[in-house]
């Protein structure tokens, strides 16, 4: 009874940092699914940031997922507690980044160089900010093509460079700024609508 009350106790005070330790030295199936659960919405958000289909989204989630656990041994963080599990999240976050680009570059499809006018490749600023707040933006993305948005993600959300982004990619520099500049304008076309379509009501 002593060992039941015990094992009861345990699995009720495990927190994200425990399971992440746990699963690290033991590789338990129990820490793995707590790990699962706790941030399986969050690795999702992050996948849908490349991907618009929702079922492509939740396989690279699992996918993020078996390929954490399988590297789980390599994260170490000297922090503790809440700032523990932020460095971790955010290891995560790599991994399902790094996952989806790998996805999108799979797709030759996505990217038709040819479909890029002259005009297009010159030097092309939009300003996507002003009105538009970090909410909406996240939320307009979900709008673009799968391109453009990965693209927007990588330059403005994750902060890589062109060269860095293309490099990702395996697209030309100037296909990057094209996409950038494409993704940019379509975001403030669509907040503005979304404004036009409020203001209506």
Known sequence: MSIHIRYFKRKHALSLESAVKDCAQHGGEGSQAFIYRSCYGYVLSITLRYVKNEFDAEELTNES???????????????????????????????????????????????????????????????????????????????????????????????????????????????SRTYLTRAKKKLRKLYLESIDITAKF
């Not at 390929?67 to 809440?82: D, L």
């Not at 030097?123 to 996240?138: C, F, H, M, R």
């Open 65 to 175: 997922f078996m390929r954490a656990f399988n590297k789980i041994a390599t994260f170490s963080s000297k922090e503790e507690g809440p700032r523990f599990e932020k460095s971790f999240r955010s290891w995560l976050a790599r991994i399902a980044a790094n996952i989806s680009i790998d996805f999108l570059r799979a797709k030759k499809q996505l990217v038709a160089l040819d479909d890029i006018s002259e005009q297009e490749l010159g030097p092309n600023q939009v300003n996507v900010s002003g009105d538009l707040e970090v909410a909406d933006i996240l939320k307009l993305l979900e709008r673009l093509p799968e391109m453009q948005r990965a693209i927007f993600n990588l330059y403005e959300v994750e902060g890589y460079s062109h060269e860095e982004v293309a490099t990702m990619l395996e697209i030309p520099e100037s296909t």
